[in-house]
């Protein structure tokens, strides 16, 4: 597994290098998002985009809800877009769905980062 970790503030320029991770979607790529700055229209904004980059998973934790929510409006559905109340809820999914050659992009999570291999 292949991991970034980004600021809530770079996190558009991070899916970006997220899309281009997946090598041509040779690799499943995850998102996994919360503490995003931005009205609730701009985050709604935000997981349309994900979408449009065509990101294999979206995993939001917790108040960052209006991302999950554009994602679905622009076309997500079952498993590709989900929304868990804490981290640990997001990192038992991540536990149970990662493979070796997945590509996962962090933001706001240090926790989850830190599990996931992350180097302070």
């Not at 090598?23 to 904004?45: H, I, N, W, Y």
């Not at 590709?80 to 149970?96: G, I, K, N, P, Y």
Request: hydrophobic residues 50%; charged residues 25%; negative net charge.
């Amino acid at each position: 597994m292949t991991l970034l970790v980004v600021e809530p503030a770079e996190v558009r320029a991070g899916l970006r290098d997220l899309a281009v991770a997946s090598q041509g979607k040779t690799r499943r790529t995850f998102a996994v998002l919360s503490g995003v700055p931005g009205a609730r229209e701009e985050l709604m904004d935000l997981g349309r985009y994900l979408v449009r980059l065509d990101i294999t998973s979206l995993v939001v934790v917790g108040d960052a809800g209006a991302v999950h929510a554009g994602a679905v409006l622009e076309g997500s559905w079952g498993e590709e877009s989900r929304h868990v109340a804490t981290e640990q809820d997001a990192l038992t999914l991540l536990r149970a769905e990662l493979r070796d050659h997945d590509v996962v992009l962090v933001s706001g999570l240090p926790r989850i980062a830190a599990a996931l291999g992350a180097r302070a």
